[in-house]
Structures are given as structure tokens and as C-alpha cells.
């Protein structure tokens, strides 16, 4: 699961990796929250030929998928992320992956690791970012979601996938990552049906991420500041601690499952 990350990168880095004609210059985000604003990066309308244009652009969109057939929002869950295995055949989830396939780019995202129940042990926060630096592209989707009034909100969910052997000792799932060389086939949702991009939903390679522990900052939606990402002792190692939980219930609400 993902439900808090990060975005620390310039504006000139999203364009230099993702291909943009433009970005809309923002401020470095240590703790992006859902219901939120999110950038992310979509294919373009089709070019005229001869264009050099470039095929893809970057939207604001809120972080809560919200399919077009709900009627009243406040009656639906928040959906940030979708279970990649089954999004397919999810009737909230189907139109948007063959449709609306999206990256969401990120500096690295948390987790934590929620010890058994009677346990007595305190959840541990661990800000997780690739190892060599740099931005991350995780798969998502997309949906408009329009009002009984005529008005429109843009709506993204993140896609997940089982763990790799370093996250699964925090969590048992985790982000969907897609690879530069694979923007293209991913975002392509004329040519390539979601059966031909699910070889791409699989987790990162095991030395891709590293996990450094946190402090409970970062529970709070108001701590804002680089403070969050700051290392500190681990309440109790990952390695010793046993199986991963789910996670509580006001997280399992916010996903489909």
C-alpha cells in the first residue's frame, strides 16, 4: 500500500525525465497526503503529423480515484491505490486501465511496519526511496469525475503489487514501478490493452529502494518540512519483527481490495 509520499524534485528534472514541454513550477513536498493535489503524467492528445511536440504532458490531479458512475462521493470510499492483480476486473478500476493509465512521479513514498495487535510495540515509519536517487514513476489512474452540476474533478489512484524481499519485512505490498524505458508502452492506451502492460506490474528489483526508519512526524498530515525524512532509531528492526499486519482499519477503507 501506498499512502503517503514524496516529491522533492525540480520542476526541470520532471521535464528532463518524463519528456514535458513544460512543467508548473511547485515546492518541494515531504509529506503528500491523499485528497491532496498530485502531479502526474499523461499522454498527450495526438499530434498532427509532423509535429515535434512533445507526446506527453503534466496535470494537477487530487489523489482519490473517483469513478464516473458515482453518484454521491460521500457515499463512496477513497480509493487511492488499486490492487494491480485484479484492477482489471474491478468495475471501479476497468475503464481507467485500458483508458487512463497515468505515472506519478515521487522522490520515494512511506510506509510502516504495524506490529501484531497486543504486542505492545509502536508502528515504525520508514521513508522509502531508490537507492541511487532521483524520481520514481509510479503507475496509476485516472478518472474525471463530474457533478450533478456540471463541474469536474480530476481523480488519480496508485497502483500496488506484492512486496520485493526488502519491503515485504515492513509491508506486503508496495508501489508499482515503471521504468523510463517503459513510459512509453505503459501510457499508450491506444495500442496496448492492460494484458500486454501487465509484465510492467511487478515489484521493483530487490536493490532498487532502501528504507531508512522515521520518526511518527510523518503521521501527521501538518508536518510539511524535510524533517520528516530525518533517520531515527527504529522502535524495532523490520528483520525481527515478524510477519507484517494489514493495516489498520481506516487504511483498509481507503483502498480496494
Known amino acids: 500500500m501506498c499512502g503517503r509520499f514524496a516529491l522533492t524534485a525540480k520542476p526541470e528534472e520532471l521535464m528532463e525525465l518524463f519528456g514535458l514541454l513544460e512543467a508548473e513550477d511547485f515546492p518541494a513536498r515531504y509529506n503528500i497526503a491523499p485528497t491532496q493535489p498530485i502531479i502526474v503524467v499523461v499522454a498527450s492528445d495526438r499530434a498532427k503529423p509532423g509535429s515535434n511536440l512533445p507526446d506527453r504532458k503534466a496535470l494537477l490531479v487530487r489523489w ?3 469513478p464516473g458512475w458515482v453518484k454521491d462521493p460521500r457515499k463512496f470510499p477513497l480509493l487511492i491505490n488499486a490492487r494491480s492483480e485484479s484492477a482489471m476486473g474491478k468495475a471501479a478500476f476497468r475503464a481507467a486501465m485500458r483508458h487512463r493509465r497515468i505515472l506519478v512521479p515521487a522522490s520515494g513514498f512511506y510506509e510502516w511496519h504495524r506490529p501484531a495487535k497486543g504486542g505492545g510495540e509502536a508502528s515504525q515509519a520508514y521513508w522509502v526511496r ?5 524520481i520514481v514513476a509510479f503507475a496509476g489512474l485516472m478518472e474525471t469525475w463530474s457533478s450533478a452540476d456540471g463541474s469536474e474533478v480530476d481523480t488519480a489512484a496508485i497502483l500496488t ?8 519485512r515492513i509491508h506486503d505490498r508496495m508501489p508499482v514501478v515503471i521504468q523510463p524505458e517503459d513510459f512509453a508502452r505503459w501510457l499508450d492506451c491506444r495500442t496496448q490493452e492492460p494484458r500486454e502492460v501487465a509484465d510492467l506490474m511487478t515489484p521493483a528489483p530487490d536493490d532498487y529502494f532502501e528504507a531508512i526508519p522515521v520518526s511518527d512526524k510523518v503521521n501527521k498530515v501538518a508536518n510539511t518540512g524535510p524533517e520528516v525524512q530525518d533517520e531515527a532509531v527504529p522502535v524495532k528492526s523490520p528483520e525481527t519483527a515478524g510477519r507484517t499486519r494489514d493495516r489498520n482499519e481506516d487504511d483498509a477503507q481507503m483502498s480496494l481490495f
Do not use: E
Not at 130 to 134: A, E, H, I, Q
Open 161 to 168: 503489487t506484492g512486496s520485493n524481499k526488502v519491503i515485504r
Open 130 to 134: 531508490p537507492k541511487r536517487g532521483g
Open 64 to 66: 482519490g480515484f473517483m
